[in-house]
């Protein structure tokens, strides 16, 4: 069975600076999908970026990208410019490539500082 | 993205009745979608993965006779508690796996919070 660690329980960032979430997963298929989802107080799940195992360049979104490293089955998040609306909780997610189902990751909620 | 829509998104009710959670795709058909239950400042558990025009598929543990499941259309699937009680009490997602988009992109419903008195 697929799982996703998610080491950090909480984090915290200072306004305009840069943070880095933690994720691994483990599993014994070749092609599948990594995501991190945000979830801010309103519970509202947002997907912020989105991995596909098989490409080998990190996905990036504006201020948010990854560092994908397959062999090591690690999978992390990078936010720079931290801004007052990235306060969330971050999951990590794996799908593989024929179960559609999600896996998440205990999550990690990150505080932004004025 | 996707825009799905899932009412009500707070329900109140005494115990031993049912309540019925509604998610609905509103841009995109949906022949899977799939029910989340999640506890306060705990991640997402899936519950079961819905089918449009056949069974629900329930995750282990999960009660299919307490949670039943109907996605009758390509857009709409229903979670229904049925003679809720107080340890069912939980916040309840659904999300949208769009037909035919690929990528394996959920997306996500906006919750229900359902209290049980």
């Known amino acids: 069975a697929q799982t996703v660690t998610q080491s950090q329980p909480e984090m915290s960032v200072q306004e305009a600076e840069t943070v880095t979430l933690s994720c691994t997963y483990d599993?014994?298929?070749?092609?599948?999908?990594l995501f991190w989802y945000k979830q801010p107080p309103s519970r509202q799940m947002i997907l912020v970026i989105r991995q596909e195992a098989y490409k080998q360049q990190n996905a990036t979104e504006n201020r948010f990208s990854v560092n994908f490293q397959k062999a090591a089955k690690s999978f992390s998040l990078k936010i720079s410019d931290s801004q007052l609306g990235d306060a969330a909780m971050y999951f990590c997610a794996y799908s593989g490539g024929s179960n559609y189902k999600l896996t998440f990751g205990k999550g990690t909620l990150l505080t932004v500082n004025p | 993205g996707a825009v799905v829509s899932q009412h009500p998104s707070w329900v109140i009710c005494k115990s031993g009745t049912s309540v019925k959670i509604e998610c609905r795709s509103l841009d995109f058909q949906a022949t899977t979608m799939f029910w989340y239950r999640q506890f306060p400042k705990q991640s997402l558990m899936l519950m079961a993965t819905?089918?449009?025009?056949?069974?629900?598929?329930?995750e282990q543990g999960v009660e299919k006779d307490k949670f039943l499941i109907n996605h009758a259309s390509l857009t709409l699937s229903t979670l229904t508690v049925t003679s809720a009680h107080p340890e069912d009490s939980s916040f309840y997602i659904c999300s949208v796996l769009p037909s035919g988009r690929g990528g394996n992109i959920q997306y996500f419903g906006a919750g229900t919070r359902l209290s049980v008195l």
């Open positions: 599993t014994s298929e070749s092609d599948y999908y």
């Open positions: 819905s089918n449009e025009g056949s069974k629900a598929t329930y």
